[in-house]
């Protein structure tokens, strides 16, 4: 067995300590981590280049350090064989946290992802579990090639099987990144990476205040109901800010959760609100913003003063960073959306 | 619990891997009884053309590298190290061959005539790679890693239903040439392009740059035997040779593309290198490699190597180098100046090419950007004054 970090949480700038630590969200995921290696010897995290590099985004920093490359490993350059072996040592009792590099790299593992790891509990009857976590940095605006700021989060969401959630914060990051690999099912776990740099005081010892599936509201208001989900959250609660000198109130709500799809703090807000907003990053045909607008017209049509609005990337692929700040939804675009509930 | 690893397999890993080398790194050219044939056509103007080629090829790198760090690029990968693999095998190239790149082939487009611009603007971000591959039979830069060669092998069986191998007809016999790393060695994509190339008997040659690293990972984490080797348990020959070493390259690569071009099949070249810089401009080599490493590899260089042979030779004349430092020079103020001049690409040409013809959908969507970003023109004040609360840039 190779050494394991004497104390973790905070990656030992801390040791000791029981006060919140201010992380960003890398650290603050390589945090709940280390917690999770810590506490459970069958996790494994592996991946690219995680081990001495600690991933090209450093989320991995430190963790084969401290518990060995048998705990932390870097695999060959190969998707499907991160994923694929990953279902192997699920099936022989281990917790793989797999990491993806990019969101655009996760395609060659799609088939594992999508036939394999989704449906092994389906197919076996109950028998066999997939206990695998698969983090994906994803989205734009950091200025890179093709290929490195994608939002495929429909495409898994639309798998049944799989579990897909997304963080926003570092806090929520430390803890969803645990229960995720707690979990007995499938997660594809997305990183929001132009938020990666965001830092947040996180309570490293207490517990976390929401279910893993579980959406929040982030911000109370009344005039109307903004949804999102990682890296937009922050992009609408700007907006909640921007809006209030025009004299209105806007609820935001984290989704955090993207399947299973917690609506119901939606529905509630909507019933009071009677107006909302959808917005992420992923292309608007047949994307989370189509869902959730779909599934509010039926529970609350009655409480619609106007149809639900979408503020979404357009139906393109990813375009080259030097228009992606026009392709990216912005605050104006969603303060223009909350306009257009007005005006019904 | 430590995971037990095997042992080498017996044999498996021969103490000295076999490298074609024609040049030490001194500049002495060594004899050797297969591949002088090759290049028996070679003259003193033919080298120097290659030197040319190796030096403008490493200006335009660090050039670019230095326009990443003033912020003009997004990002940038460096070839330095790898001219003479990639000069060496481009130049055994015919007009009517096919090449299917990575995303570090900057000195292969340059031998195929891709105005280096093209790949800065590709860096930059003002677009996605806008040469034209039936022109210049360099196909687009290929960011995930090791899809090119399925690729290349496809466009291989398409040269071969054509019937343009094996005819004896210089100006017709074609072959197709794809390039990948070590790291990429490890990808589905490529050993199933092996696979459908040997089943096949497709007129591809598979041009491996062995440069040791796959990012942060080093060659042992993607295979245990050398990689030229792989290409017997597929059913096709493969060879090592000194990627460093730019006559090596010519000889090997003219060589495999001929077998290609005979309908003899595929040929996986192994040229054998290192990567002197970061992998990307975003990277942090000293967090994983040793700086021995590089100082051993300097002694390799691919450039000094050539002129140390042409001067030993009496390949060149002092006046020859100076021309080409000058000319490197040249093209180096060209770059600077020409990549902050490249256009901006219009917000509404995201929805150009995404099909042939426009969809309704599209043409919506496009409408609709187009008035929102009127507004701003009329409402500028108000917009920005939102956009200011949050420091977010909204344009
Ligand atoms: C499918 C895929 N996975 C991951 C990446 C991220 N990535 C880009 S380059 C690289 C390493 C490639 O190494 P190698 O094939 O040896 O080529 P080199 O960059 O050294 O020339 C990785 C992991 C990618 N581009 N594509």
Known sequence: MTQTGTHAATGGQNAGASAPATLNLVKAINAGLRRSLENNDKVLVMGEDVGKLGGVFRVTDGLQKDFGEDRVIDTPLAESGIVGTAVGLALRGYRPVCEIQFDGFVMPAFDQIVSQVAKMHFRSGGRLRMPIVIRIPYGGSIGAVEHHSESPEAYFAHTPGLKVVTCSNPLDAYWMIQQAIDLDDPVVFLEPKRRYYEKAEVDVDGSPDLPLEAARVVRPGTDATVAAYGPMVKTCLDAATAATEDGRSLEVIDLRTLSPLDLTSVYESVRRTGRLVVVHEAQRTLGIGAEVAARVTEECFYSLEAPVQRVTGYDTPYPPARVEEEYLPDLDRVLDAVDRTFTF | ????????????????????????????????????????????????????????????????????????????????????????????????????????????????????????????????????????????????????????????????????????????????????????????????????????????????????????????????????????????????????????????????????????????????????????????????????????????????????????????????????????????????????????????????????????????QREAMAAYLDTFDVGEEESHARAGISGEVAR
């Open chain 2, 1 to 364: 619990m430590t995971v037990e690893t095997v042992a080498d397999p017996a044999g498996a890993v021969p103490p000295e891997p076999e490298l074609v080398q024609l040049l030490t790194p001194e500049g002495q050219r060594v004899p050797h009884d297969h591949y002088d044939a090759l290049i028996s056509d070679v003259d003193a103007v033919a080298v120097q053309q290659m030197y040319r080629d190796l030096v403008l090829t490493r200006r335009v790198d660090s050039e670019a590298v230095a326009l990443q760090r003033q912020g003009e690029l997004g990002l940038w990968a460096s070839l330095l190290g790898q001219e003479a693999a990639q000069v060496g095998s481009a130049r055994a190239l015919r007009q009517q061959d096919h090449v299917f790149p990575t995303y570090r082939e900057h000195g292969v487009a340059q031998c195929r005539g891709v105005d280096p611009l093209r790949l800065l603007a590709l860096f930059r971000g003002v677009d996605q790679g806008e040469w034209d591959p039936r022109e210049t039979g360099f196909h687009l830069y290929t960011i995930v890693v090791g899809a090119q060669t399925l690729h290349a092998t496809g466009y291989a069986m398409g040269i071969q239903r054509d019937g343009a191998i094996g005819t004896g007809d210089p100006d017709r016999d074609a072959a197709v040439i794809a390039y990948f790393g070590d790291g990429a060695s490890s990808q589905g994509d490529v050993n199933e392009s092996f696979i459908w190339a040997s089943v096949t008997n497709a007129p591809v040659v598979f041009f491996c740059q062995n440069n040791q690293w796959a990012i942060s990972e080093p060659l042992e984490r993607q295979t245990r035997v050398p990689l030229y080797r792989r290409a017997g348990g597929f059913g096709f020959p493969g060879v090592r040779v000194d990627g460093n070493d730019v006559l090596a390259c010519l000889a090997v690569t003219r060589e495999a593309l001929q077998r290609a071009r005979d309908g003899e099949g595929p040929t996986l070249v192994e040229a054998f290198t290192y990567r002197m810089g970061a992998h990307t401009t975003t990277d942090d080599p000293t967090r994983y490699r040793l700086n021995a490493d590089l100082e051993h590899w300097k002694l390799k260089d691919p450039i000094e190597r050539v002129k140390a042979y042409m001067i030993r030779s009496d390949l060149a004349d002092q006046a020859f180098f100076d021309a080409v430092e000058a000319e490197a020079e040249e093209l180096a103020v060209h770059l600077r100046a020409a990549c902050r001049e490249l256009p901006e690409p219009t917000p509404t040409s995201i929805f150009d090419n995404v099909y042939v013809e426009p969809t309704p959908d599209l043409v919506a």
